[in-house]
Every structure is written in structure tokens, then in C-alpha cells.
């Protein structure tokens, strides 16, 4: 064999050749250049998709971190606040006239939307046995009461325990984008929303709901256009896409 | 060009890579204002400075895993001019008004901070195609790929998908060897 095909290489690279298909295949690659540029594009596009695409523990572990370090050292609030402060009196026609424009915009005559497709109620999956107050329980409890800062509080060190939990994910993301940890939230909620969970489409959904929270209607309708008509919210989907244009 | 000697400030990107909670810090205790004044002066505000500086060291975590990174030059002019970079790039894409591209005045930047820098920004722009490729796989395509590629037991992940782990192996090889194909075609496209 003297040419190799894009599989060869796929299984060159990731040692699925048996001995004698890679001693050709390794004698070819000494002197021929051009199948060295194909093992490299190769190993290239791999490693994007590794770091971008696949899931991989320490690299979630990493941005958690990142995402706990950011709320401590970027701080909106204050920033907000300072900016008020500092304008002068002749700039308040300014702050009347756009407060007006985002009235006009943000209508809440009209039914807030986010509130009105937020409303998710936490299935408990935890046993109801003679020991009833398990952490689950009290978690399920408090978000199904709307005390989502006990529940996330409750949620976090369970779902660090189990890293790989989707359901306790889902639920701490919604609790998170309630309590406005919009972004944190979102970044869990998308964890979901890119898996194989069963709640992939009610994360999709979420996040999408995460961005309306935010008054960003393209990311949102982004977001929903992702739930194909086979999932259950489809339906809720289209309605609320509707609604938004 | 001369083999680069690996600077000293290596032990930033070290630490990025094992999530060595005390260089992080370091990271953010050194950098974060200046990042934050750099953008809440350019149209950002605070969040976007904590999403930039975010992004940025996830970038560069990326970069020293899955393609041995190695720091060739100081550390600190070199991020800050990725942070700067990337926001610069993000305010474009919004078109907002034009900011000054200024790659800095207050730093004294070497051109090795450049270089490493626009090396940085080409892998980037490499990726971004990469990925857009890969978007357009079928849905059964990705799924196999992502699964493939994590650090799952690729026997467990055989069964997750409900398929025998020699047609997984079998899948996931067509699957790739499509996808180079299809970034093949576009980098002679945009070559050509």
C-alpha cells in the first residue's frame, strides 16, 4: 500500500493499527513529506476537538474554578453603582430619555416573558422513606418552594460530589440563573444542554431562557431554535419564538 | 528559526495546567485590575472584562494541554495583550465605534511577546474552522466524536451509545477521516 487514506491516518494517530500496518505505514512517513503534513493536520484538528468538543473531567474542574474566581474579582455592582454616581446633572435628560426608550422596550405591561416560561417544578428522584429528610429531599423541597439560594446551597457540594450527575446539574443551573449567577448558571446549564442527558432539551431550553433573562433575544431564539420538534418542549418553544418576533 | 529557549514565567502556564489553585490566584491578584480598567476604558464593562480574562486563560490552559504551549517569552505583556486582543476582536464583530488599535503604550512589549502572540491568534483562527467543520457533521457523526474523545472508557462509551466497541472504533474513524476531508476542501478553497 502506498497511499494512505484520511481513516489510515485517523488510526495511525490513535494507535488503532495493528504492528505491521504501522511499520509500513511508519516507513512511509520517514520520507514522505506529504503524509507527515497529514499526520500533523491530523493531530492538529484532534487536539481542537479534544480541548473544544469532547467532555473531559479536569478541563470542567479548571473552568469551575475559573468561574468561582471570576465572581470574586469582577464584580458588577460596584462598577454600576460608581458610574451613577459620577453624572453630572445636565446628563439626566439622557438618563430620562433612555429610561423611557428601555420602558418602551422592556413593556412590562406585557407579561414578563422570562417569568412566564421559568416556572419549572424539581422532580424528586429521592426515595421517600422513613429517613424522608435526605439532602435530596430538602433540595427538591426548597426549589420547588422558590428558595433556590437554599437550594443551590444544597445542590453544590452534592453535585461536586457526583460530577457527572446531569439531573443535579440542570437543577443547581436553574437555581444559579434564578439567583442571578446568570453566567455560572448558563455554564452548567449548557453542560447539560450539549450532553446525551434525558434533560438535554429542558437545559437547551433554559439556557435559551438564561439569555432572555439577560434582554439578549438573539442568543435566546438561538438557543431555542436548537429543540428539534421530537423533543417534548418543542411546542413551548415555538410559542415562546413566536412571541420574541 | 532558532529553537526558542522557554522562559521563565513557564510556571504561569504550569500552573494553569494543574489547576494549581495558588498561581491562579496569583494570576488574578496581578492581573484582573488591569484588565478590568483596559476594558471598562474601551466600551466594556465588568462582565465583559471577567468573561475576557476568562476566556483568555481558558485559551491559553487549551493551548499547553492538547498542543504543548510553551512560553517563550514574560508572561505578563503577553496576556494582557491576548485580553486586549481578543476584546478588541469582540468590539469589532459588535461594530462598535472604533478604539484606538493601539497594542499599547504604557508596556513596554519585546517583539517575542508579539510573535508568540500572533501565534496564539493563528491557532485560534485554525480552530474556529476546525470546529465550524465539525458542525456540519451529521448529528450521529458528532455524538460519536465528542464521546470518542473524552476520557471515558471508550468500552463504556460503546454501550452508552448501544453499539459493540469495534463498530464505535470503525464509526469514529469514518467520521474523523470526513472531517478532514471536509477541512482539507476548505483550506484549498481559501488557498486557492
Not at chain 1, 473552568?63 to 468561582?68: E, V
Not at chain 1, 439626566?92 to 430619555?97: E, G, M, R, S
Not at chain 2, 478588541?88 to 517583539?111: A, H
Not at chain 2, 468500552?155 to 448501544?162: H, N, S
Amino acid at each position: 500500500m502506498d497511499k494512505f487514506s484520511e481513516k489510515d491516518i485517523v488510526n495511525y494517530v490513535d494507535g488503532e493499527m495493528d504492528s505491521a500496518e504501522r511499520n509500513t505505514f511508519e516507513a512511509q512517513l520517514l520520507h514522505n513529506q506529504e503524509l507527515q503534513k497529514e499526520v500533523a493536520l491530523y493531530r492538529n484538528i484532534k487536539a481542537t476537538l479534544q480541548s473544544h468538543v469532547a467532555d473531559n473531567r479536569a478541563d470542567a474542574q479548571f473552568k469551575n474554578h475559573l468561574a468561582s474566581l471570576n465572581k470574586q474579582y469582577f464584580n458588577k455592582q460596584e462598577r454600576a453603582s460608581a458610574k451613577m454616581r459620577s453624572l453630572p446633572w445636565n446628563k439626566l435628560w439622557y438618563v430620562a430619555a433612555i429610561l423611557v426608550v428601555g420602558l418602551l422596550v422592556w413593556a412590562p405591561w406585557n407579561k414578563n416573558l422570562y417569568q412566564q416560561y421559568s416556572n419549572t417544578q424539581m422532580v424528586s428522584f429521592a426515595e421517600r422513606g422513613a429517613n424522608d429528610r435526605s439532602e435530596l429531599q430538602k433540595a427538591t423541597d426548597a426549589f420547588n418552594s422558590g428558595d433556590f439560594k437554599k437550594a443551590k446551597e444544597i445542590l453544590m457540594p452534592l453535585l461536586n460530589n457526583d460530577q457527572q450527575n446531569d439531573v443535579l446539574r440542570y437543577y443547581l443551573g436553574i437555581s444559579q440563573v434564578e439567583t442571578n449567577e446568570v453566567k455560572i448558571g448558563r455554564i452548567n446549564l449548557s453542560k447539560v444542554a450539549l450532553g446525551y442527558s434525558l434533560l438535554k432539551y429542558d437545559a437547551t431550553f433554559y439556557v435559551a431562557l438564561s439569555y432572555l433573562k439577560e434582554k439578549n433575544e438573539s442568543a435566546c431564539k438561538e438557543w431555542l431554535h436548537k429543540i428539534p420538534s421530537s423533543a417534548s418542549n418543542y411546542n413551548k418553544a415555538q410559542e415562546l419564538l413566536k412571541k420574541l418576533n | 528559526m532558532a529553537a526558542n529557549k522557554i522562559h521563565s514565567d513557564q510556571f504561569y502556564i504550569d500552573g494553569l495546567l494543574a489547576n494549581d489553585s495558588r498561581i491562579i490566584k496569583q494570576i488574578y491578584d496581578k492581573f484582573s485590575a488591569k484588565v478590568k480598567r483596559y476594558i471598562c476604558n474601551n466600551s466594556g464593562d465588568e462582565d465583559d472584562a471577567g468573561d475576557i480574562f476568562q476566556e483568555c486563560l481558558i485559551d491559553l490552559y487549551n493551548q499547553a494541554k492538547y498542543k504543548s504551549l510553551k512560553l517563550t517569552c514574560p508572561f505578563e505583556p503577553f496576556f494582557l495583550l491576548l485580553c486586549k486582543r481578543k476584546w478588541l476582536n469582540q468590539l469589532k464583530k459588535k461594530s462598535v465605534i472604533p478604539v484606538t488599535k493601539n497594542d499599547d503604550g504604557l508596556l513596554n512589549i519585546g517583539e517575542d511577546v508579539f510573535s508568540q502572540a500572533d501565534e496564539l491568534e493563528e491557532e485560534e483562527r485554525q480552530s474556529a474552522l476546525y470546529l465550524k467543520m465539525f458542525d456540519k457533521l451529521s448529528e450521529r457523526c458528532r455524538e460519536i466524536i465528542k464521546l470518542a474523545l473524552s476520557d471515558e472508557h471508550q468500552e463504556k462509551i460503546a454501550a452508552q451509545l448501544g453499539v459493540s466497541y469495534g463498530y464505535l472504533r470503525k464509526k469514529k474513524s469514518e467520521c474523523l477521516a470526513s472531517l478532514i476531508q471536509m477541512i482539507k476542501m476548505e483550506e484549498n478553497k481559501s488557498n486557492g
